[in-house]
């Protein structure tokens, strides 16, 4: 068999092609650009004054601000996770190394709600620390701390699940050779291993920052739903639809959204960047005036 013939023997029938391609367009639609079109349809159903109005108000201004705060502590301190668990597995071999890996995937496998319960459990008034906390004019359960904690719970996984593979897949090397020319363990990080792992690391901390300013279970359970003060904007979206005041809910809603696409955005740039920079060999920074040390 000649090679043009193997080569079409192992493609795909136009038809074939053709009705994939369809049924995953038809898919996209049904489930995501329809309903996305949707929302802002709603959005808007009662004019662009009202939907100012709706973003205007206290309560829906509180929301946006919280959660804004809730990811900004949040995503800083998950990339900060990642990056050490990232290197504590990719570059060293230890006693418990996959229990860690299993730990690490804990909040994939626990749903978001059990997850509120738990601090709850252990923070609440009834909980392992009793009443120590309110006696010390500390709030957790109800309270914005109680909020911080259940999104780094449900999202501390993306960062350092991104970075462990691609981590392990570049290996030591490198760092060995910054060694043996003479970098410290800073200089090692800061000049060999980040610029490895840059596009990796800003596609996990965008993917976490997605599901910090989306999460409903987990803060649910935490917040008390309290208007103004520990309403998210995924719960202020709750209480505006059991009032009924449905384009409202669809106004704050159409936002999140919003906030979604641009994410969506910055997500499909990097994978770009990633895939034109994909090959690109690594050239070493050289450490000045380090002698070589003896192995």
């Not at 489930?31 to 709706?54: D, E, M, R």
């Not at 919280?66 to 060293?92: D, R």
């Not at 300013?213 to 202020?236: D, W």
């Amino acid at each position: 068999m000649t090679p043009s013939a193997s080569r079409h023997s192992r493609t795909e029938p136009p038809v074939v092609r053709r009705l994939l391609i369809g049924t995953a367009l038809a898919f996209l639609a049904l489930f995501l650009l329809i309903p996305l079109c949707f929302v802002f349809g709603q959005a808007f159903a009662k004019g662009i004054g009202f939907y100012f109005t709706t973003l205007r108000d206290p309560h829906a201004v509180s929301a946006i601000k919280l959660t804004l705060l809730t990811a900004g502590i949040a995503v800083p301190l998950n990339c900060l996770f990642g990056v050490c668990a990232a290197w504590l597995i990719a570059k060293f071999d230890f006693p418990g190394k996959n229990i860690l890996l299993t730990l690490i995937d804990l909040p994939f496998s626990i749903s978001p709600v059990i997850a509120g319960l738990i601090y709850v459990l252990v923070f609440g008034a009834q909980g392992w620390f009793g009443s120590w906390f309110p006696d010390h004019n500390i709030h957790v359960i109800y309270a914005v701390p109680g909020i911080v904690l259940a999104t780094i719970f449900v999202t501390f996984p993306f960062v350092a699940r991104e970075l462990i593979p691609l981590m392990q897949a570049q290996g030591r090397s490198e760092e060995e050779a910054a060694r043996v020319l003479g970098a410290s363990g800073w200089q090692t990080f800061w000049r060999v291993t980040i610029p490895n792992i840059k596009w990796g690391l800003i596609y996990g901390v965008i993917l976490c920052n997605a599901r910090a300013m989306g999460e409903f279970g987990a803060v649910s359970v935490v917040s008390g739903h309290i208007r103004g003060q520990t309403n998210t904007m995924p719960l202020h979206i709750e209480a505006l639809y059991d009032d009924y005041n449905f384009t409202g809910a669809f106004a704050v809603a159409s936002l999140l959204a919003f906030l979604a696409l641009i994410t969506l955005a910055l997500k499909t740039w990097v994978e770009y960047r990633n895939h034109e920079l994909r090959g690109t060999a690594f050239t070493p920074v050289p450490v000045a005036n380090k002698p070589v040390k003896n192995l």
